[in-house]
């Protein structure tokens, strides 16, 4: 029989508690049971329900999800264009619910980046590229000219447009615009580089040498940056892909380097988690439970080690 806790123990889990390092305090993006909530017609919808997500100083990482999953208004919520309904969101020790209006136009234009999908969205049409890289150094106003035109100078070489400088967008492609549209989000170096489906209006080819523009900013300038993206090309070339199901954090793909000790060929290994949320909550991938016909309810098992999970046998 199991003693009941007396008045020192319960004391001592309340001090324990309050000592416990805050969720997520050592990651540069916390979401905390993120709650987003919209009203149409009188009709509530939860675009987000609970959601939580961690993301790592320097992490190059992906968001996927079907449509209304809640990807795109997570993206809103971190870009400063949205706020939460309920729940906690911190990006770069900035508390995203406790901002002020003049606070959220400083957080966009200092700690974080953000390219859409489309690319005509991202520039304007008449500046030219260098131009358009400048004008955010120009609104922070804490660069002389000279230094605003060097800056944008080195971005668009780093992303290899360095020959579109003194282009306007209409004479550029489509795979030009987007490294261009990277560039203005790098400019003033924000601590988060935020990108909405950016290959959505590419090929396949053009698609390929916009990731590599991001991951040789994530490499060479340390940037961390998050992708929303449908193309499952894009979404296995990062470590880390989170999938969002019904407004939550659903599972977890993590890619690591693994060598053959026999031939020395490095290989990408990919293993996929299930998302344990704080109240203990998990989405099983739903092919998995179609497959098994889990629905409803399921059986759990305590190993010494491990929880099985099998298909209710009652039913």
């Known amino acids: 029989m199991t003693a009941e806790p007396t008045l020192t123990d319960l004391a001592n889990q309340v001090t324990e508690s309050r000592n416990r390092p805050a969720y997520g305090h050592d990651a540069l993006i916390t979401c905390d049971r993120l709650v987003r909530i919209f009203t149409a017609d009188g009709v509530e919808v939860q675009a987000l329900q609970g959601l939580d997500l961690l993301v790592r100083e320097g992490e190059l990482m992906a968001l996927v999800g079907a449509s209304g999953s809640g990807k795109s208004t997570l993206m809103n919520i971190l870009a400063g264009l949205d706020t939460p309904t309920a729940g906690a969101a911190r990006v770069a020790g900035r508390d995203l619910l406790a901002m002020t209006a003049r606070d959220r136009l400083d957080y966009r234009r200092e700690a974080v980046g953000f390219v859409w999908q489309q690319t005509a969205r991202n520039l304007l049409p008449y500046l030219t590229a260098a131009q358009n890289v400048a004008l955010p150094l120009q609104l922070a106003g804490a660069r002389s000219r000279r230094a605003r035109a060097a800056r944008a100078l080195e971005l668009l070489e780093l992303l ?3 020959d579109c400088r003194d282009r306007h967008p ?5 795979g030009q615009q ?3 549209a990277i560039a203005v ?21 053009t698609a390929a ?7 040789t900013a994530n490499e060479t300038l340390g940037t961390t940056i998050v992708i929303v993206t449908h ?6 070339e990062v470590r880390r892909t989170v999938a969002i ?6 599972t977890e793909v993590l890619r690591r380097s693994e ?3 026999t031939t020395g060929h490095e290989t990408l290994v990919a293993r996929e988690y299930a998302m344990l949320d704080r109240a203990g909550r998990l989405q099983l991938p739903a092919e998995y439970t179609r497959t098994l016909n889990m629905r409803d309810r399921v059986a759990l098992e305590l190993e010494s080690d491990h929880i099985g999970v099998w298909p209710d046998e009652t039913e």
């Open 160 to 162: 290899q447009v360095a």
């Open 170 to 174: 209409q004479q550029m492609s489509g």
């Open 178 to 180: 987007q490294r261009v």
């Open 185 to 205: 989000a790098l400019a003033n170096d924000p601590a988060v580089l935020l990108a909405d489906e950016p290959t959505g209006e590419l090929d396949s080819n």
């Open 209 to 215: 040498q916009i990731f590599e523009a991001f991951r």
């Open 231 to 236: 193309d499952q090309a894009v979404a296995s």
């Open 245 to 250: 199901r019904d407004g939550r954090t659903s």
């Open 259 to 261: 060598v053959d000790a």
